[in-house]
């Protein structure tokens, strides 16, 4: 994966999209990003028949994330704008 944060606290890649770590210790980062989601098709798979297909569409989210001893970090994330809306579901936009 293609990944990179820069020591003014922005980043950019794959993973975790573009954003801005707003904490200063190693330990603690939290901070606000954009992320993509590439959407789905439902006939991808039998499973997902009359699921409906997901377009892509960005998301925006905060995170935070706390280092622990021996390499362990404890992550959260809150993103909005990914899935679909019961009303898209009804088939009513």
Do not use: C
């Not at 922005?10 to 939290?30: P, R």
């Not at 606000?32 to 925006?60: C, H, N, W, Y």
Request: no cysteine; aromatic share 16%; hydrophobic share 35%.
């Amino acid at each position: 994966m293609l990944d990179y944060q820069w020591v003014n606290g922005w980043f950019a890649g794959v993973s975790n999209g573009i954003g801005y770590n707003f904490g200063g210790d190693s330990k603690l980062q939290y901070g606000l990003r954009i992320t993509a989601d590439f959407g789905r098709k439902q006939r991808r798979s039998d499973a997902l028949r009359g699921m409906g297909d997901i377009d892509p569409q960005a998301e925006v989210g905060a995170f935070f994330n706390y280092a622990l001893p021996l390499g362990f970090f404890l992550t959260s994330s809150l993103r909005y704008g990914s899935g679909i809306s019961a009303l898209e579901h009804q088939g009513k936009p």
